[in-house]
C-alpha cells in the first residue's frame, strides 16, 4: 500500500497563477482532508471530505476549492495564487470512526507563491 | 487566544535525557487528545493518544492528559537520537468531527549524543 501520495512535492508559482494539488490514497478511507502547516502555526483544515461528492469548509478554506468524484482522490484546487498561499500543504485520510481516527498523512506539497 | 497553545521550543537535550512536552487548550468540549510526530520534510504520523483525562503510556512514552486544567503533557524517557523531530498536539471534540483535529504550533526536539 502506497498510503497517501500527494503531487506536486514542490511547486513555485507567480501571483494570479491557479494549480491543483493532487491527492491520492489506497487505503479505503471515507474521509480525507486538507491542512496547510505554516512554520510557528502547526496545521490549520482548509477542507474536508466525508465521502464522494460531499466537501465541507474548514478553518481556512477562503482561496481553495476542492471536489471528491472518487473515494480514492481529493485535489486542491488554488484559484489566483496570492503570497499568502505559500505554505506546506498535507493531505491526510482516515476512516471515520467513532474514537480517535487516525490520520493518515501525505508527505506534503512545498508551495512557493512569488 | 487560540484554542491550542504549544511552546514552539526549540527544544535541544542530551541522549538518555527526560522530555516533558506540553500543550493547554481552552475547549472544554475536546475530548480526544493525540500525539503526532513528524521528521523533517514528512508528514505527521500518530504517537500516542488518549480519550478524556488520565495517563497512558506506550514504551518510552507516556500521555498525560489533565481536563480539569486544560493541560496535556508528552513525556519521553531516555531520549534517542531518533526522537527529534518536531512534536504536534492535536485534539477534537466527540461527535461526528472526525479528524477535524485543532493542532498546537508544534515543538521542535533535537536530542544530541
Known amino acids: 500500500n502506497a498510503g497517501v501520495t500527494q503531487t506536486p512535492k514542490f511547486r513555485i508559482l507567480k501571483i494570479g497563477q491557479s494549480m491543483t494539488l493532487q491527492c491520492a490514497q489506497d487505503m479505503n478511507h471515507n474521509y480525507m482532508y486538507w491542512y496547510r502547516q505554516d512554520p510557528g502555526m502547526g496545521l490549520k483544515l482548509i477542507y474536508y471530505?466525508?465521502?464522494?461528492?460531499?466537501?465541507d469548509k474548514g478553518e481556512v478554506p477562503n482561496g481553495y476549492n476542492v471536489s471528491r468524484s472518487t473515494t480514492e482522490d481529493f485535489p486542491l484546487r488554488l484559484e489566483l495564487a496570492a503570497p499568502s498561499q505559500t505554505s506546506v500543504y498535507f493531505c491526510a485520510s482516515s476512516y471515520g470512526g467513532t474514537g480517535i481516527d487516525e490520520l493518515f498523512f501525505g508527505e506534503g506539497s512545498r508551495l512557493t507563491v512569488l | 487566544q487560540k484554542e491550542v497553545e504549544q511552546d514552539p521550543g526549540p527544544l535541544s537535550v542530551p541522549e538518555g535525557a527526560i522530555v516533558s512536552l506540553n500543550c493547554t487548550y481552552s475547549n472544554s468540549a475536546f475530548q480526544y487528545f493525540m500525539w503526532y510526530r513528524q521528521y523533517s520534510r514528512k508528514g505527521p504520523e500518530l504517537l500516542m493518544y488518549?480519550?478524556?483525562?488520565g495517563n497512558k503510556e506506550d514504551g518510552r512514552f507516556t500521555a498525560q492528559v489533565d481536563k480539569s486544567s486544560k493541560y496535556i503533557s508528552l513525556f519521553i524517557r531516555d531520549s534517542q537520537p531518533s526522537d527529534s523531530a518536531t512534536y504536534l498536539c492535536a485534539m477534537r471534540a466527540g461527535g461526528t468531527s472526525y479528524g477535524k483535529l485543532t493542532f498546537g504550533q508544534g515543538t521542535i526536539l533535537t536530542v544530541h549524543p
Open positions: 488518549t480519550y478524556s483525562s
Open positions: 471530505s466525508v465521502g464522494a461528492g460531499i466537501t
